[in-house]
């Protein structure tokens, strides 16, 4: 079995003892939010009876690890629960929401990569004026945090200027993606600074390297220098940073989604956790944090087969 084989396997069973361990901590995490007797009753003061019943319905006086594995187990076969609050599947309430979310990060992805990779290159290559100019430009863009970005963004352009809709998703085609643009430029603009930063950073320690003073000497081309001795090596930096910004869109979204009124599964996670309705909070926090890691995971995976050196530890000229 090869090197880089042994690797893979390793940093498949690292990817299931991570998400074990985070159903782990999710799990007891949201028991210590609160007693969810009221969230259960329908909003009424419940009686002792009903406390009884409640608690006896749902298990609620089961040690926590019976209710962990009995939770495991039923998420395993496909059984979410049913949402305290909405008397509902989980599923039911998760799925239309997440086609939201998943649109506004795909979409946020765009801006990100266009940008981000753009403008580290334009740092890298474009001279000392705009090599500053990008870096003030995203030192703004990671100080501010992105409800600020979301309120200037709305007041600008949506009700100053009247370019963009304020609230809502849309109706979907074109108007969805109208209703998307500014909760993704807010979504966008702090992951697309660290992007741009870790794009020029790595673009600047290649073009500095003695491979790309050879292959200059040997006579070949710039452009072909820059994609295949540079661009190339400096990718699997480029690609981890951005393997990790879009995985955490996922969480991230919850700002935008709220700031702009997106039915997505952050804001719905935001509203959960406000009521207490603890299947839902566990099941959408266990979904992002599954996200999370298994995106990481493949963006690692696709760094690994374009630089196989980074596991051997050789080296590539």
């Known amino acids: 079995m090869s090197v880089l084989t042994r690797t893979l396997l390793a940093r498949l069973g690292g990817l299931l003892l991570t998400l074990v361990l985070a159903s782990i901590a999710v799990f007891s995490t949201v028991l210590l939010t609160g007693d969810p007797i009221a969230a259960l009753a329908g909003g009424a003061k419940p009686t002792p009876e009903l406390i009884d019943q409640i608690r006896a319905e749902y298990h609620l006086d089961d040690p926590v690890w019976v209710r962990y594995w009995h939770w495991l187990v039923g998420v395993l076969q496909g059984d979410f629960g049913r949402s305290f609050v909405y008397k509902t599947d989980v599923m039911t309430l998760i799925g239309p929401r997440f086609g939201l979310t998943l649109q506004l990060v795909l979409l946020t992805v765009v801006i990100i990569l266009v940008f981000g990779v753009g403008s ?94 050879t292959a200059r000497v040997r006579g070949i081309p710039r452009g072909r220098v820059f994609r295949v001795h540079v661009f190339r090596n400096a990718s699997p930096q480029i690609l981890a940073i951005s393997g990790t910004t879009i995985a955490g869109l996922f969480a991230a979204s919850a700002i935008a989604e709220v700031a702009f009124g997106l039915g997505g599964i952050g804001s719905l996670l935001v509203q959960a956790a406000a009521r207490s309705d603890l299947p839902v909070v566990q099941i959408v926090s266990i979904l992002l944090v599954t996200i999370f890691v298994v995106l990481n995971a493949v963006a690692d995976l696709v760094s690994t087969l374009i630089d196989p050196t980074s596991v051997t530890g050789g080296s590539r000229t």
């Open 120 to 213: 580290g290159i334009l740092a890298a290559t474009k001279g000392r004026v705009v090599d500053r100019a990008v870096g003030l430009l995203t030192s703004l863009g990671m100080a501010l945090p992105t409800f600020v970005i979301a309120i200037l963004l709305i007041w600008i352009f949506a009700v100053s200027l009247g370019w963009f809709p304020v609230y809502g998703a849309g109706g979907g085609g074109w108007d969805r993606l109208w209703h998307l643009i500014l909760p993704a430029v807010s979504l966008a603009v702090l992951f697309l600074a660290y992007v741009s930063r870790v794009t020029r950073s790595s673009l600047i320690a290649q073009l500095d390297s003695e491979h790309v003073d």
